[in-house]
């Protein structure tokens, strides 16, 4: 009755209990002609949804019982046009009508598509736990260099070289198949870490040779890639190719992108863990702690109808995000100056940070009280786009998502100076985005400064970064 966040629901087991018992029940099978089962079907998969983002399903085993009924309803050749149908009628149903539109398959379509949002939660699962285990390799060995009193991440290279004795060796060869057998510490019988045995070669020759790769592709295949195998052998790949037959947009739409995940799991799990930091230095560990415990709140209070202590709060933790960008250097003439502080921002871009700050700007105030009535709500939008510049100096991720979002920044009203900053900060030197701009997303700039007169200086600022392009 316990979420993996904490949260209590004192009623989950016999919730879970009337889940697992209902779509048991369903067999896997729909028919369009009872339109109210289908109806409650889709609440059902809804529910199902919000309960496994929540973690209340966090097992693998819990993942397993649902996959067998939830893949059940999405294989469409388990559907009927009404009870008892058979012969030709079932025939044709399967073969063209269930993919047509009507008042019948829709209620079943509605079902079908929650059925595919419950799933790309579980392929959510499966990600994390992969990028959990090749995390753990890299992170492992910065442990094992700590072990000698070695704190300098650089330190874990030397330590390995000077540590690891003979781990090719200790690598014995079954047929074609490599059983790694060298443990970091030395000894047979553990599960070795990538790193670690790779950091024992001293060359470029031996790190990209063919018994090195040949060695990592075993451990990722083995340790990290079959950590997960929920849908091995259940004809995933077949039921959503079927699911794209179907004559509604949003079914294509969610089936190929389900496909795309499935295919790239492997590619995308590389991306995110680039992305990903092991953070080992006190600093860095003490403000990932820190984000972690205001980005909740910072949520709560976004989809919340703002009191003035609310905007106050919101307010403060938006200072403490953008204060967390920048480090004071001392230059030599002993004058402070800012720098963009890069660990810092990559955590606060993990964290959502910055979807956060666009969603709070998304919010829609009358203009004709943004002095009175929506006065803290106005010096909230002027923190955001405070934060969103800082955020970008020397961001080039956040600098395109920026960009992306550009046309519905440029309708924020009350904050045109930092507004202009914020645009300037993201086209100042990046030649790619100033030849990617839109002759009308110019024009409004334009546009508004004209409306600001005096207070459009900033703008102008913004202008002259798109037009003029530093690297040329």
């Known amino acids: 009755d316990t979420s993996i966040t904490g949260a209590r629901m004192e009623f989950f087991p016999e919730l879970r209990k009337w889940i697992a018992r209902y779509l048991e029940k369903t067999k896997g099978t729909m028919v369009a002609a009872n339109v109210g089962d289908n109806e409650l079907l889709g609440e059902v998969f809804r529910l199902l949804r919000y309960l496994v983002g929540f973690g209340y399903y966090s097992a693998g085993q819990d993942i397993e019982e649902l996959l067998r009924p939830l893949l059940g309803v999405l294989d469409g050749s388990n559907d009927y046009p009404f009870d008892k149908a058979g012969g030709k009628q079932l025939k044709q149903f399967q073969s063209s009508g269930r993919y047509l539109q ?123 890639f079959k950590k997960v195998k929920l849908f091995k052998g259940k004809g995933l790949e077949k039921i959503l190719q079927d699911l794209g037959n179907y004559r509604y947009d949003k079914m294509v739409v969610k089936s190929v992108y389900l496909l795309d995940r499935y295919y790239s799991t492997h590619a995308m799990l590389f991306d995110k863990a680039i992305q990903a930091q092991v953070l080992i230095t006190p600093s860095s560990i ?101 934060f969103l510049q800082v955020m970008a100096r020397g961001n080039d991720p956040v600098q395109n998502k920026i960009f992306e979002r550009m046309d519905k920044l440029l309708d924020v009203p009350g904050c045109p100076q930092e507004l202009g900053q914020c645009i300037a900060e993201v086209f100042t030197g990046n030649m790619q985005l100033c ?38």
């Open 286 to 386: 003490d403000t990932f702690q820190r984000v972690r415990g205001l980005v909740p709140e910072l949520r709560r209070l976004t989809t919340s109808k703002l009191t003035h202590e609310m905007e106050a709060r919101m307010s403060e933790i938006i200072d403490i995000f953008t204060g967390l960008c920048s480090i004071r250097l001392r230059s030599a003439q002993h004058t402070p100056t800012e720098e963009p502080h890069a660990m810092n921002q990559k955590i606060l871009l993990n964290f959502g940070v910055v979807d956060d700050i666009f969603n709070i700007l998304d919010k829609r105030i009358d203009i004709e009280f943004i002095e009175t009535q929506y006065a803290g709500l106005r010096l909230i939008f002027k923190k955001c786009f405070m």
């Open 102 to 224: 009507s008042r019948e398959n829709k209620a079943v379509i509605d079902a079908k598509y929650r059925a595919m949002e419950v799933l790309d939660v579980f392929f959510n699962f499966g990600f994390n736990v992969r990028l959990e285990a090749l995390i753990y390799e890299f992170k492992s060995t910065c442990e094992a260099a700590g072990e000698d009193g070695n704190e300098a991440p650089v330190s874990a290279f030397q330590h390995m070289q000077g540590r690891i004795k003979g781990g090719f060796s200790s690598v014995r060869t079954r047929g074609n198949v490599t059983d790694p057998t060298y443990t970091m510490s030395g000894q047979e019988g553990g599960p070795p870490s990538i790193i670690s045995i790779l950091l024992k070669k001293c060359s470029d020759e031996d790190i990209f040779g063919s018994e090195a790769i040949d060695y990592a592709r075993y451990r990722l295949r083995e340790h990290v």
């Open 435 to 472: 030849l990617s701009i839109k002759a009308f997303q110019v024009r409004r700039v334009v546009e508004l400064i004209a409306k600001q007169r005096e207070n459009g200086s900033d703008l102008l600022q913004a202008l002259n970064a798109i037009v003029k392009v530093e690297e040329i």
